[in-house]
């Protein structure tokens, strides 16, 4: 499997909050483990987003920042993953004390770490600016990656309430990370509606995170196609964020007709209670997806992923080496 959109704050285990909870000498909340999960009956973006405070407060130090991250490394591969690229805001993991630039080089290390030895596996790491943060705490997201250099660091995201300002407002900030040569991508289209879409892609986003209220009017078809734009679609996610009703709403037939490619991520694997396989499985019992369109979408992913041309080369290697074995998987997987 793959996952190019997948958080992680929102995919601590059980077991790392136990871990973790017990380390700070912190009790273990009475509505364990149902308070690290989205509620039944979640009603917005916002309601989802409360489900992070406790992984934040536990994720404010360097060694508890390499432990989630080595934590969750060993958690993809377990679950036979070839590659994942990790997101994370290092501006919400400076409550005591930690500067931007030592969040992020403290879950570079836990990741090289947790690669270490592990065959048929990658990992790659992208920075979130956050829509209600100050310009300037987004600046510095931008310039620490900058100044770090690191080539698993592949893209900066934008992420947070998209109500809260409109993609457009982010312009100066991602053409600093432009000029700087950074990659840029962002949620947008899960909250809010096409202009948000088209937002994103006017200040340089490659990829859109959800983008699932994208129009196919030909203008916004245009500009999707000339800019190569691809989607990570969490569909998991977007139900319990109310962004869509059900999975038959999931737009998927809408975006292959036009020929626009869609990614299949998790979003959040314990926050949102999913992983790739599961989400393929729910897409394949709504949609009927035969091992083609299975192998089409983790192809997708490969081709959006950030990684170079002789990596890509050697991910779809990999691909048809596993697809069997995912496909069998993704059928026979319990819900
Ligand atoms: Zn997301």
Redesign the pocket.
């Known amino acids: 499997m793959i996952d190019l ?3 992680l704050d ?1 995919s601590l285990s059980k077991e790392d909050f136990i871990y973790l909870l017990n380390k700070e000498g912190m009790s273990i909340p009475d509505d364990f483990p149902s308070c690290i999960r989205v509620p039944k009956g979640c009603t917005s973006l916002e309601e989802y987003l409360e489900r992070f405070d406790l992984p934040c407060s536990l994720m404010q130090s360097k060694e508890n920042l390499r432990f989630v991250i080595r934590s969750l490394i060993n958690r993809l591969h377990a679950l036979g993953y070839i590659y994942a690229e990790i ?1 994370f805001a290092s501006q919400l993991h400076t409550k005591k004390g930690l500067s931007q630039k030592e969040v992020i080089e403290a879950v570079l290390e836990g990741l090289k770490e947790g690669l270490i030895g592990k065959k048929d596996f990658d990992a790659n790491l992208i920075l ?1 600016c956050m829509r209600q943060a100050d310009d300037e705490i987004n600046k510095e997201t931008i310039k620490a990656v900058i100044e770090i250099n690191d080539p698993k660091i592949v893209a900066i ?1 934008l ?1 947070g309430p998209e109500a809260y300002r409109p993609s457009l407002y982010y312009k100066a900030l991602f053409k600093y990370a432009l000029d700087n040569k950074q990659n840029v991508i962002i ?1 947008a289209g ?1 909250a809010c509606g096409n202009d948000s879409i088209m937002g994103a892609i006017d200040i340089g986003a490659k990829r859109i ?2 983008g699932v209220h994208l129009s196919f009017d030909q203008a916004s078809i245009k500009k999707v196609k000339d800019n190569n734009i691809y989607f ?1 679609f ?1 569909p998991t ?1 977007n139900l319990q964020t109310t962004s869509l009703p059900d999975y038959e709403s999931v737009p998927l037939k809408e975006f292959r007709e036009h020929d626009i490619p869609v990614t299949i ?1 998790s ?2 694997m314990t926050v949102s209670h999913t992983d790739v396989v599961k989400e393929f499985r729910n897409l394949y019992l709504t949609f009927n997806l035969s091992k083609d369109d299975i192998y089409y979408y983790l192809n997708n992913s490969i081709e959006a992923s950030f990684i170079s041309g002789v990596d890509k080369y050697k991910m779809r290697y990999l691909l048809n080496e596993r697809i069997d074995d995912f496909y069998e998987r993704i059928i026979k997987s319990h819900h």
């Open positions: 959109h997948l958080h929102g997101r979130c995201d992420a949620h899960e995170g959800h990570e969490c996610s991520n979003d959040n």
